[in-house]
């Protein structure tokens, strides 16, 4: 009898084998290409709770701009459903004057290989000073000025408690390091995560066959890494010219034309939460930027089919994660 069962037996583990290397076929795939966000960011080993409190505290702190109407959340806001943006095409400073590039997320900025579109800063602690003082952004006039505010509004305890190794805790310096522990615990998680993890029901099949498009159309070639981009500079406007020619990118930082058009490329974790898309905002929906970066980036027009599918994939890299935070 049991010479009899055997084929059945087998045909039918063949078939269930089958149905199963589908889906683990693409996982191994993703995580080949990919790989899932890692849980803890570069240089959080060094923060402590009372940092990241204080950083918490000043990212929502709006005496840290010159007239107190701005926070850090103003532009990067963690608590609009997960995008850390503001979603304007580019961001108005505290003074009204519109900025020029499009507002990066905060969430997941700690694992990327440098900040801002040009790269001009090397990592959170340096990204933090720049639109304090900048005066297109929170424009204070300088740091005693910031300094001497957050002193006058009784800060100066969490300071100490934040560096109890130090005699003057409450300076500059410090500040960006609170904002940078706090914006380290900014790490997103999504259903590709879980795919990845071993949940096959995690991902549609849309989006399963948007993931297979993505990767076919050599989409990964740039959106590379755990966050599928922030790894690099490219130049936008790669195989077919960007329409925008007066945002040099990377060049307007070490004034070689070599690297003019030079910008980071973004990551697309919780990209459909990012809207609107590129340096300059110009792409107002996930399915134009999908479209647009085809063409300009790999020189090809892609399907509506192959639009609606990779922008299915991409939504479901949303974040997962929510904020909240009292009286913010």
Sequence with gaps: MASRTLPIIVIFSVFLTGVVSADENLRNLANKLFGTIPETMPGSEKDTPEKIELGEKLYFEK??????????????????????????KTSVGALGIMGRRNSLTTWNAGFQFAQFWDARAKDLEEQ???????????????????????????????????????????NFDNITLALSAF??????????????????????????DGFQTFVVKGCNACHNGPLMGGK???????????????????????????QNFLFKVPPLRHVAQ???????????????????????????????KEVDEISAFLRALNNTKKMSFQDK
Aim: proline fraction near 6%.
């Design 128 to 170: 933090a000073k720049f639109p304090l003082l900048n005066p297109n952004e929170m424009a204070l006039p300088s740091e005693d000025i910031a300094v001497k505010r957050l002193e006058e509004m009784g800060y100066l305890n969490l300071f100490q408690q934040a560096f109890p190794e130090q005699d003057s805790p409450l």
């Design 274 to 304: 990012t809207y609107p898309y590129f340096h300059d905002g110009a792409g107002e929906t996930l399915e134009e930027a999908v479209r647009d970066t085809g063409w300009h980036q790999l020189g090809i027009r892609l399907s509506e």
């Design 232 to 258: 690099l500079l490219i130049k936008m406007g790669l195989v077919k010219p960007y329409p925008n020619t007066e945002d040099k990118g990377r060049a307007e930082v070490t004034g070689n034309p070599a």
């Design 183 to 208: 914006q380290r615990t900014l790490i997103t998680h999504d259903r590709f995560d879980d795919f990845q993890n071993g949940d096959d029901d995690a991902l549609t099949q849309l989006e399963k």
């Design 63 to 88: 005496a840290l701009s010159v007239n107190k109407s701005q926070s850090c959340n103003t532009c990067h806001n963690i608590l609009n459903g997960g995008s850390g943006s503001d979603n304007l």
